[in-house]
T-cell receptor, first 112, second 110 residues
Framework: DGGITQSPKYLFRKEGQNVTLSCEQN?????MYWYRQDPGQGLRLIYY???????QKGDIAEGYSVSREKKESFPLTVTSAQKNPTAFYLC???????????FGPGTRLTVL | QKEVEQDPGPLSVPEGAIVSLNCTYS??????FMWYRQYSRKGPELLMY????GNKEDGRFTAQVDKSSKYISLFIRDSQPSDSATYLC??????????FGKGTHLIIQP
């Protein structure tokens, strides 16, 4: 089955730790995206990548980092510099930039 | 002015009613219009996609776009309790992805 997978589903982090969220897609999509969702805030774009080995900052990139070494993978690292990391993180992919996006199931990160 | 405005609700209607969900946008360069449905603690699921003014129907769902008014709507006929979810409008005009509304929380009362 084609789709987008995210792992883990739930993640707990102590303050000061970096954590990496996994996102994998087997849809052969060129573009991949990371969003953060907070109650009442909607979806906010963190980073996006249109092609392997290239990515751009979204609206709220501070405290986050990404890599795109393979077409099917786009991991997100939440660093200790992110002041309020507790949120629901969603990964998405699309065939190309302006196209419809398909979302993974999400990872809920909680900082203890 | 925000690029995409969407009433957060909650919107509560009885089962079987026709539901109307709406978004307005400010950037006339936007070309692609989508509606997503999101159940609690799940990823958004694409419902409808259109790129032109007019109506597009898919089963009980109808998406309507009025580019002259910068207004998009999603209609749900014969609403069911399983339609209870948050509905997100999303609009695209460039390579950096979609601009989302904040979502409308819909409750269908049995």
């Amino acid at each position: 089955d084609g789709g987008i997978t995210q792992s883990p589903k739930y993640l707990f982090r102590k303050e000061g730790q970096n954590v990496t969220l996994s996102c994998e897609q087997n849809l052969n999509h060129d573009a991949m995206y990371w969003y953060r969702q907070d109650p009442g805030q909607g979806l906010r774009l963190i980073y996006y990548s249109q092609i392997v080995n290239d990515f751009q900052k979204g609206d709220i990139a501070e405290g986050y980092s990404v890599s795109r070494e393979k077409k099917e993978s786009f991991p997100l690292t939440v660093t200790s510099a992110q002041k309020n990391p507790t949120a629901f993180y969603l990964c998405a992919s699309s065939m190309r930039g302006p196209d419809t996006q398909y979302f993974g199931p999400g990872t809920r990160l909680t900082v203890l | 002015q925000k690029e995409v405005e969407q009433d957060p609700g909650p919107l509560s209607v009885p089962e079987g009613a026709i539901v109307s969900l709406n978004c307005t946008y400010s950037n006339s360069a936007f070309q692609y219009f989508m509606w997503y449905r999101q159940y609690s603690r799940k990823g958004p699921e694409l419902l409808m996609y259109t790129y032109s003014s007019g109506n597009k129907e898919d089963g009980r769902f109808t998406a309507q776009v009025d580019k002259s008014s910068k207004y998009i709507s999603l209609f749900i006929r014969d609403s069911q309790p399983s339609d209870s979810a948050t509905y997100l409008c999303a609009i695209s005009g460039g390579a950096d992805g979609l601009t989302f509304g904040k979502g409308t929380h819909l409750i269908i009362q049995p």
